[in-house]
């Protein structure tokens, strides 16, 4: 698809959803590239990008949530399949190390 960023404009403009202007510059690069063949591409991509979010933001609270019942971080970055130091920044970034 030609003049991605184009058409996220004017959709925005149209139906007066920002949505449509907040996606990344990777995203409208893969639409000026054509892996984007149609707006449900992008769509669709935004989409994955919201479960991803998601997904981060319940592992940090269930990690969280582990720590403060006394699970090391070593079973929690188990638990999770992510590594140590994620847990550390997450348990630091919320106060709790």
């Known amino acids: 698809m030609k003049h991605v960023r184009e058409v996220l404009q004017l959709m925005t403009v149209l139906t007066g959803d920002d ?19 149609c707006m ?6 935004i989409e994955k990008r919201g479960y991803a979010e998601g997904e981060t933001s319940k592992a940090k609270t269930i990690a969280i949530k582990m720590y403060q019942t006394g ?4 079973y929690i970055a188990k638990i999770l399949d992510i590594d140590v130091e ?12």
């Open 19 to 37: 949505r449509f202007a907040r996606v990344t510059e990777s995203e409208a690069e893969e639409g000026e590239k054509g892996e984007i063949h």
């Open 40 to 45: 449900c591409d992008v769509l669709d991509a």
């Open 71 to 74: 699970c090391d971080t070593e």
């Open 86 to 97: 994620t847990v550390l920044d997450w348990l630091s970034a919320a106060g709790e190390i």
